[in-house]
């Protein structure tokens, strides 16, 4: 081997720590090793196609080889699951499958998700009849870190728009206040709640006598119906759905103009 065996040491305890107890990989688009593709990607200023891979070295003898479930020198396995369609490898049971109609291994049990042909991606068995369809949905970056969300580890979620969030990024929309969708402004949650409390705040709050009767055009973001209703400073509810989510439509009338 050309590379001295104190680097193989650290390579080897650099790999136990991420779960990747037998290998080593070698990058095709850089020609170096790494125990795996993130760590690649984080030292690297490009991202290895681990499907690209075509050779490996078994830590415990240092033999290069293809990629193979087991060593061909002394026969480890190189992870209780193994995917040589991926070119994945990992000792750590997360329940692991390899979905053909994405091209990747998921998580969590084949048993628990089907494939959606147009979202084109794995959903919730409990979805397989009653979610939104979102052409290609997952091939795209999460609307708030704008980071992958086909190959992200991080869990997604799946508001009834059917728009996808990394579930971390939609924690901290609702933390800040957010609750409307980033792509089509529909409401992320059951607001039906919210909706009763502004109800309230309405008939507490009278408009003075120059407002009282004013109305305006307004456009529902979650129901998607217009409607004309009177003008409140608190919001404008939708008469159709009752919604609070909401907008102006261009050109209604402000109590200003001389019509009103």
Not at 84 to 90: G, V
Request: aromatic residues 8%; contains cysteine.
């Amino acid at each position: 081997m050309n590379e001295p065996t104190n680097f193989y040491i650290l390579q080897f305890f650099a790999a136990l720590k991420l779960g990747c107890y037998f290998i080593i990989i070698n990058t095709p688009c850089c020609n170096k090793v790494y125990t795996c593709r993130f760590c690649h990607d984080k030292e690297e200023t490009h991202t290895v196609n681990r499907k690209e891979v075509t050779e490996l070295i078994c830590v415990l003898c240092d033999t290069r080889q293809p990629v193979q479930a087991t060593c061909q020198n002394c026969h480890c396995r190189f992870g209780k699951y193994t995917c040589l369609e991926c070119n994945l490898f990992d000792d750590e049971d997360k329940n692991q499958y390899h979905c053909d109609g994405c091209g990747i291994c998921r998580v969590g049990g084949r048993d628990r998700f089907f494939h959606c042909a147009k979202c084109n991606m794995c959903l919730p068995v409990q979805l397989q009849n009653g979610h939104t369809c979102v052409e290609n949905v997952s091939h795209a970056n999460c609307p708030v870190c704008l980071e992958d969300i086909h190959t992200s580890r991080i869990p997604c979620h799946i508001p009834n728009c059917g728009h996808l969030l990394h579930r971390t990024c939609f924690e901290e929309l609702l933390h800040s206040g957010h609750y409307a969708c980033p792509i089509c402004q529909v409401s992320l949650l059951d607001m039906t709640d919210l909706w009763r409390f502004l109800d309230m705040e309405v008939s507490l709050t009278p408009m003075p006598e120059e407002y009282r009767d004013h109305r305006v055009d307004i456009l529902c973001k979650d129901c998607h119906e217009e409607s004309a209703v009177k003008f409140h400073i608190v919001g404008l509810k939708c008469l159709n759905c009752g919604s609070y989510n909401t907008c102006r439509v261009k050109g209604s009338p402000s109590p200003a103009d001389p019509e009103c």
